[in-house]
């Protein structure tokens, strides 16, 4: 997987001001502007932002994207844009259009938007909350209260045993999709006592040999995705009620439709089949 750390986007201090080749990610809820003419359809150049006739909401420093100052700006109602030049839509329809850093770098920034919009105020006093002078947190003047944009871990896993691999779906899935089981880290729980936890809960299957495979910042809405490998213990699958409408052994001769390795999910799929090579 590519990643923010190689190349393409830098981390940086917030520059004082917005240089004139500054590039933009455009939102509008949970929906990103994209260009239909350009190659790499975002982060937009500052010329597109200055279009348009309103001001944002709000507007927060990413780093920097290929030596340009990146900004995230989000509006409650976009101004009207070029429907020829640009588009409206779902982060989500991105995912394989775009390579691995720019999916993630779209993802950082729909993830920053809306923890601007989600702590307005102080859970603990109600008083209004604003943004950090240096941190990237909203704080709390009169609590002294600091919130940090949310990142909810959560584990994935591939059960294997021997040639086979564990596949199931969840009662969300389209008809005919099978994927890895995955499942939120608790409180006080390390990311392999969760492993272990939600195979068995999900399956009645219980492993061992947990082992990390990578990880993939999943921005719907805000999930950090900790990938493992498993093997299994013992049991018998027994799918959960309410979560689970079916998980089977699955051989490579017998798969089923799976995740595209864009996601965590089709990549441990096809690491364990590169093995059986």
């Known amino acids: 997987m590519a990643g923010l750390q190689k190349t393409r986007f830098a981390v940086g201090n917030t520059p004082a001001d917005i240089s004139i080749d500054a590039v933009f990610l455009l939102f509008q809820g949970d929906r990103i502007l994209t260009s239909m003419r350009n190659p790499e359809p975002m982060p ?4 597109a932002f200055d279009q348009l006739e309103s001001d944002p909401d709000c507007t927060h420093f990413l780093g920097y994207w290929d030596g340009h100052a990146c900004y995230a700006s989000a509006y409650m109602q976009i101004p009207a844009f070029d429907a020829m030049q640009y588009s409206l839509g779902s982060l989500y329809q991105l995912l394989g259009r775009v390579d691995d850093e720019l999916f993630a770098l779209a993802g950082r920034g729909l993830q920053v938007v809306n923890w601007y919009y989600d702590h307005q105020y102080c859970g603990r006093c109600g008083q209004a909350m604003v943004v950090h002078h240096t941190d990237r947190a909203m704080t709390c003047k009169p609590c002294r209260q600091m919130l940090y944009p949310r990142l909810t871990p959560a584990i994935i896993v591939l059960v294997t045993r021997g040639d086979e691999m564990l596949l199931a779906r969840n009662h969300n899935f389209p008809e005919g999709l099978y994927s890895t089981l995955a499942g939120f880290v ?5 990311s392999e006592q969760c492993v272990y936890r939600e195979v068995l809960e999900e399956t009645g299957i ?24 498993a093997r299994y ?3 018998d699958i027994v799918p959960e009620d309410g979560e689970i409408a ?32």
Do not use: C, K, N
């Not at 608790?186 to 390390?190: C, I, L, S």
């Not at 999943?218 to 990938?227: K, V």
């Open 44 to 47: 937009l150049h500052r010329t």
């Open 186 to 190: 608790e409180p006080g729980e390390t």
């Open 206 to 229: 219980q492993v061992r040999g947990i082992e990390y495979f990578g990880s993939q910042s999943w921005p719907f809405p805000s999930q950090l995705m900790l990938g493992f490998f």
């Open 233 to 235: 213990e013992s049991g």
């Open 246 to 277: 079916d998980a089977q052994w699955f051989s490579r001769e017998q798969m089923p439709v799976t995740p595209p390795r864009h996601a965590i999910s089709g990549q441990l799929i096809e690491a364990f089949l590169d093995t059986l090579s």
